[in-house]
Nanobody, 115 residues
């Protein structure tokens, strides 16, 4: 059974930092492209950052320079380091794993940034 679990969300003041984790079980994440998405109330889900199976990274423009995505295949885990958080970063953050044959989503973790 495949499980994808995000953690690390919470309430932080503007300018603060959080580190999100996405832990997968039941699959070998090294075979998957992985990404972080977020969805704010009333808005569509959007890409935050992605990391390919070989380690190439991509960021949404508004996250460049503030967020860092990484992965540890030995731990079957992906991370998102978020610095200089802004109130507009408030959203539910989701983890996604993609291969040619499967797509898996986590249940999300809430990030709230107060001004």
């Amino acid at each position: 059974q495949v499980q994808v679990v995000e953690s690390g969300g919470g309430l932080v003041q503007a300018g603060g930092s959080l580190r999100l984790s996405c832990a997968a079980s039941g699959i070998t994440v090294s075979r998957y492209d992985m990404g972080w998405f977020r969805q704010a109330p009333g808005k569509q889900r959007e890409l935050v950052a992605s990391i390919g199976s070989r380690g190439s990274t991509n960021y949404a423009d508004s996250m460049k320079g503030r967020f860092t995505i990484s992965r540890d295949n030995a731990k079957n885990t992906m991370y998102l380091e978020m610095n200089n958080l802004k109130p507009e970063d408030t959203a539910v953050y989701y983890c996604k794993l993609d291969s040619l044959f499967n797509t898996f989503w986590g249940q999300g973790t809430q990030v709230t940034v107060s001004s």
